[in-house]
């Protein structure tokens, strides 16, 4: 059941045009800082391992900032444009209308991920870790983009308002991005080493600079920044269990 | 005669307000069941709790002789058309039935969605996006969804509100073409008149209470008044 809700909504990104915009947008920030980063002559000093760390870090950035805001409304829709009662109406059980929503998400992610790779293959040309850069970009950006949707579907079944949803998410976000942006000396205290470590974009950050800059490219490597990442698609999987057993309780469906 | 919806003493408080407090009735296969109240009587809520969306905090209420628990079956003898009147705009007609036959795993999908689109007079604008339908049309989508599976039992929450005449009038065609086929019909209208036309047992509720049910010539023997909305202001004021 959970196919028909993903192609509702890859229809639905397709009929209004939200996908195409997020795909031009996504196109121009990549071309513009794949442009930057390969002609700028200061940054050029900088090695092209670091180069590459940079354009990571935007991909997945980008990626995360483009999920966000649409699993924002994804849920949170079919409350506020009043369709969700006729779905829950029918055979459709709330695991597949989820799973269903999640699948569309995670394809806009897909479709972000290959727009990427003409610019991964420029900055990484000549480098040998075009596979390595491509592949890790593909594990940590779908664990996040897995783990913050979850997250943001809890939170969208407690407000089934898109914008309390989307103004939360986003604070979430950069709650978790703006310590990750911090340089190591800032992390030297032990407080800041934990939530380093248990902090998910710091964990994607630092696994990709593990797999570029120290060129650890094996799984093995890099599982230290990997289980952050897993266990943060498992908070995210038991926010959601409560939230929706929560909107259960407030009359929201029942029975499901 | 089998009774298909059979609710016993339940109740729905929001906070310190009682939606609807110990409500019993019964309705028999095959019936044009009315459901009268006043505004925020708990007609909606009452229907919302029939059908599964809204969980009631006391009693029980049993569909077609099962436990409404049972949601998977539920959802196969019910239709509703419900006070929440929410499209996907950007679907066609077609498309939007489409939407819903898959959910409900239909094998023969193109043809019912074909026959349905045909029976609520929507063939020729089936391919145009919903956007562009008028109220009277979404309202008549609505009921075709509503009809999707097959139903035995229909729940409409005020179906013909914001038609016009010849819209009510062809929606009242249809829904007694499907009570004459033994669909049974869940009817809640504020359109008294159109109650007493279709209707063969009408409950009226007020305060969440049923304070009446009955034929029409029950009713009206019961309040000494000969039109509806004579008995209706009797037993609601």
């Given at each position: 059941m959970y196919k028909y809700i993903c192609l509702k909504e890859i229809k639905a990104e397709l009929y209004t045009w939200k996908s195409l915009t997020w795909l031009l947008l996504t196109s121009?920030?990549?071309?513009?800082?794949?442009?930057?980063?390969?002609?700028?002559?200061?940054?050029?000093?900088?090695?092209?391992?670091?180069?590459?760390?940079?354009?990571?870090?935007?991909?997945?950035?980008?990626?995360?900032?483009?999920?966000?805001?649409?699993?924002?409304?994804?849920?949170?829709s079919e409350f506020e444009k009043e369709t969700a009662e006729s779905l829950f109406l029918t055979p459709l059980s709330i695991k597949d209308f989820i799973l269903g929503k999640l699948l569309a998400l995670l394809s806009l992610w897909g479709v972000l991920y290959v727009v990427a790779i003409p610019y991964v293959y420029v900055a990484s040309l000549g480098s040998k870790l075009f596979f390595p850069f491509l592949g890790y970009i593909a594990l940590l950006g779908t664990l996040g983009v897995v783990g913050?949707?979850?997250?943001?579907?809890?939170?969208?079944?407690?407000?089934?308002?898109?914008?309390?949803?989307?103004?939360?998410?986003?604070?979430?976000?950069?709650?978790?991005?703006?310590?990750?942006?911090?340089?190591?000396?800032?992390?030297?205290?032990?407080?800041?080493?934990?939530?380093?470590?248990?902090?998910?974009?710091?964990?994607?950050?630092?696994?990709?600079?593990?797999?570029?800059?120290?060129?650890?490219?094996?799984?093995?490597?890099?599982?230290?920044?990997?289980?952050?990442?897993?266990?943060?698609?498992?908070?995210?999987?038991i926010l959601l269990i409560f939230s929706v057993r929560f909107f259960k309780k407030k009359g929201g469906v029942q029975n499901y | 005669m089998e009774s298909i919806i059979n609710a016993q003493h339940i109740t729905k408080t929001y906070g310190k307000i009682s939606a609807v407090d110990d409500l019993s009735f019964q309705v028999n296969a095959g019936d044009f069941f009315g459901f009268l109240g006043p505004n925020g009587a708990g007609k909606t809520t009452t229907i919302r709790m029939l059908t599964g969306i809204l969980a009631s905090d006391n009693g029980n209420i049993k569909i077609n002789g099962k436990d409404i628990s049972d949601r998977q079956e539920l959802s196969h003898i019910i239709g509703v058309l419900s006070e929440s009147r929410g499209f996907y705009d950007w679907m066609t007609g077609e498309e939007y039935l489409s939407f819903f036959a898959d959910l409900y795993s239909l094998t023969d999908k193109k043809k019912v969605v074909g026959d349905l689109l045909s029976v609520v007079g929507l063939t020729e604008r089936k391919n145009t996006?919903?956007?562009?339908?008028?109220?009277?049309?979404?309202?008549?989508?609505?009921?075709?969804?509503?009809?999707?599976?097959?139903?035995?039992?229909?729940?409409?929450?005020?179906?013909?509100?914001?038609?016009?005449?010849?819209?009510?009038?062809?929606?009242?065609?249809?829904?007694?073409?499907?009570?004459?086929?033994?669909?049974?019909?869940?009817?809640?209208?504020?359109?008294?008149?159109?109650?007493?036309?279709?209707?063969?047992?009408?409950?009226?509720?007020?305060?969440?209470?049923?304070?009446?049910?009955?034929?029409?010539?029950?009713?009206?023997?019961?309040?000494?008044?000969?039109?509806?909305?004579?008995?209706?202001?009797?037993?609601?004021?």
């Open positions: 121009l920030i990549f071309s513009v800082t794949s442009y930057l980063l390969l002609t700028n002559k200061e940054l050029s000093l900088l090695d092209q391992t670091e180069l590459m760390w940079l354009l990571g870090k935007i991909i997945i950035g980008v990626a995360l900032l483009v999920v966000t805001i649409d699993a924002s409304s994804s849920i949170t913050f949707t979850l997250i943001i579907f809890a939170i969208s079944f407690l407000y089934r308002s898109s914008k309390n949803t989307l103004t939360t998410s986003l604070i979430f976000l950069l709650a978790l991005s703006i310590p990750a942006l911090f340089s190591t000396t800032l992390k030297n205290n032990t407080p800041a080493q934990i939530l380093s470590h248990i902090n998910p974009v710091d964990s994607i950050f630092a696994s990709l600079d593990n797999v570029l800059v120290d060129y650890q490219t094996s799984l093995a490597q890099n599982w230290i920044y990997i289980i952050p990442l897993i266990v943060f698609c498992l908070v995210g999987l | 996006c919903i956007a562009t339908y008028s109220r009277g049309m979404k309202q008549r989508l609505g009921l075709a969804r509503a009809l999707v599976n097959n139903p035995r039992i229909i729940f409409l929450d005020e179906p013909t509100l914001g038609l016009d005449p010849q819209g009510q009038e062809d929606i009242h065609n249809l829904l007694k073409k499907l009570n004459q086929q033994g669909v049974t019909i869940f009817f809640s209208s504020h359109v008294l008149s159109e109650v007493a036309d279709l209707c063969s047992i009408i409950a009226v509720i007020n305060k969440g209470r049923l304070v009446a049910q009955g034929t029409m010539s029950e009713l009206q023997k019961k309040t000494g008044s000969t039109d509806l909305k004579q008995i209706f202001l009797s037993l609601t004021q």
